[in-house]
C-alpha cells in the first residue's frame, strides 16, 4: 500500500506548494522571518512559520486531508488566521489549521472525509495586510492548546504520517474524556450543537471582556445543556492598566 502523507495529498490535487517549513534559507525548521517592506509576516511567532503555504486559485476548493475529520473549537470567520477551519483527525492523532480562507464552509462539529470542501483559497486575515490568495495549513498534535500564541505558533512535520491510515478499532471500554473550548467569539450558528455532543463529554465555554459576555456565552450553555453535555465557564481579558483591571473585574 502506498503512503500518502498529507503535503503530497495536496499536490496531488493541483496545489502547488510555495512555502516548505524544511527549506527556510535558516536552514532552522520553520524560522522563516518572512519580510515584506519592513513588514515581519512572522514577527508574532517569533519568526517562525510552522506551516505550509500552498497555491492552485483564488477560490479554489480545499479539501479535507483525510476521512473522520471533526471540525472543532478555533473554526470561525474572524480569528488569526482570517477564516480559518480548524479539524481534528483523531485516527492520524493531528488537527489541522486551515487558513487565510475567502470562504468557509463547515461549522464546529461537522464530521468531513477526505476530499470534503473545508473552505476555498482565499487571503483573509487577522491583521487585513495584503497577501497573495494561498492555503495556510499548519498541524498539531491532537488535544488541547490552552492559550492564543501556541495555538498559532505550534506546528509539526507531518511528512511520516499516511492521510490514508485506517482507525484502529475502538477498545472495549474507554476511560478517556474529550472536553473542548468554546469562545463567546464563535456565534451559535456556527456550530452543530447536535452533531458535536456526540463527541464531547464536557464543554468549558470562554467570555472575554466584560462588554461581551453576553454575546453568545448564554447561548452555548443552553444548546450544549440542551443535548446532555455538562458545561463550566472561565473568563479571560486583556489590561493595560489597574483601571482595565477593575472595570473587568
Same mark, same amino acid.
Not at 480548524?86 to 470562504?103: N, S
Not at 499516511?162 to 482507525?167: F, G, P, S
Given at each position: 500500500?502506498?503512503?500518502?502523507?498529507?503535503?503530497?495529498?495536496?499536490?496531488?490535487?493541483?496545489?502547488?506548494?510555495?512555502?516548505?517549513?524544511?527549506?527556510?534559507?535558516?536552514?532552522?525548521?520553520?524560522?522563516?522571518?518572512?519580510?515584506?517592506?519592513?513588514?515581519?509576516?512572522?514577527?508574532?511567532? =517569533?519568526?517562525?512559520?510552522?506551516?505550509? !503555504?500552498?497555491? @492552485? &486559485?483564488?477560490?479554489? %476548493?480545499?479539501?479535507?486531508?483525510? #476521512?473522520?475529520?471533526?471540525?472543532?473549537?478555533?473554526?470561525?470567520?474572524?480569528?488569526?488566521?482570517?477564516?480559518?477551519?480548524?479539524?481534528?483527525?483523531?485516527?492520524?492523532?493531528?488537527?489541522?489549521?486551515?487558513?487565510?480562507?475567502?470562504?468557509?464552509?463547515?461549522?464546529?462539529?461537522?464530521?468531513?472525509?477526505?476530499?470534503?470542501?473545508?473552505?476555498?483559497?482565499?487571503?483573509?486575515?487577522?491583521?487585513?495586510?495584503?497577501?497573495?490568495?494561498?492555503?495556510?495549513?499548519?498541524?498539531?498534535?491532537?488535544?488541547?492548546?490552552?492559550?492564543?500564541?501556541?495555538?498559532?505558533?505550534? =506546528?509539526?512535520?507531518?511528512?511520516?504520517? !499516511?492521510?490514508? @491510515? &485506517?482507525?484502529?478499532? %475502538?477498545?472495549?471500554?474507554?476511560? #478517556?474524556?474529550?472536553?473542548?473550548?468554546?469562545?463567546?467569539?464563535?456565534?451559535?450558528?456556527?456550530?452543530?450543537?447536535?452533531?458535536?455532543?456526540?463527541?464531547?463529554?464536557?464543554?468549558?465555554?470562554?467570555?472575554?471582556?466584560?462588554?461581551?459576555?453576553?454575546?453568545?456565552?448564554?447561548?452555548?450553555?443552553?444548546?450544549?445543556?440542551?443535548?446532555?453535555?455538562?458545561?463550566?465557564?472561565?473568563?479571560?481579558?486583556?489590561?493595560?492598566?489597574?483601571?482595565?483591571?477593575?472595570?473587568?473585574?
Amino acid at each position: 500500500m502506498i503512503i500518502i502523507n498529507p503535503i503530497d495529498y495536496l499536490i496531488k490535487k493541483g496545489f502547488r506548494k510555495t512555502s516548505d517549513p524544511a527549506t527556510y534559507s535558516s536552514g532552522k525548521w520553520g524560522l522563516r522571518n518572512y519580510t515584506v517592506n519592513g513588514y515581519n509576516y512572522d514577527s508574532y511567532c =517569533g519568526g517562525y512559520h510552522r506551516a505550509w !503555504d500552498f497555491a @492552485k &486559485k483564488d477560490g479554489a %476548493a480545499i479539501p479535507s486531508i483525510a #476521512d473522520g475529520g471533526i471540525v472543532t473549537a478555533g473554526t470561525s470567520e474572524h480569528s488569526n488566521f482570517g477564516k480559518q477551519a480548524v479539524v481534528a483527525y483523531p485516527k492520524l492523532d493531528i488537527q489541522v489549521i486551515y487558513g487565510h480562507l475567502k470562504r468557509l464552509d463547515v461549522k464546529i462539529g461537522d464530521v468531513v472525509n477526505q476530499g470534503d470542501t473545508v473552505g476555498t483559497q482565499g487571503a483573509t486575515n487577522y491583521n487585513n495586510v495584503f497577501m497573495a490568495s494561498h492555503l495556510h495549513i499548519q498541524f498539531q498534535k491532537l488535544g488541547y492548546i490552552p492559550d492564543e500564541r501556541t495555538f498559532v505558533c505550534t =506546528g509539526i512535520d507531518v511528512l511520516n504520517i !499516511d492521510v490514508n @491510515k &485506517k482507525a484502529a478499532p %475502538a477498545p472495549t471500554t474507554n476511560n #478517556d474524556a474529550m472536553i473542548i473550548d468554546v469562545s463567546h467569539h464563535q456565534p451559535s450558528k456556527s456550530i452543530n450543537y447536535k452533531e458535536l455532543s456526540k463527541y464531547v463529554d464536557h464543554v468549558i465555554i470562554r467570555t472575554m471582556d466584560a462588554d461581551m459576555e453576553d454575546r453568545e456565552y448564554k447561548n452555548h450553555h443552553k444548546h450544549f445543556k440542551a443535548q446532555g453535555v455538562p458545561t463550566a465557564a472561565y473568563a479571560f481579558f486583556r489590561a493595560q492598566n489597574d483601571t482595565h483591571v477593575k472595570n473587568e473585574s
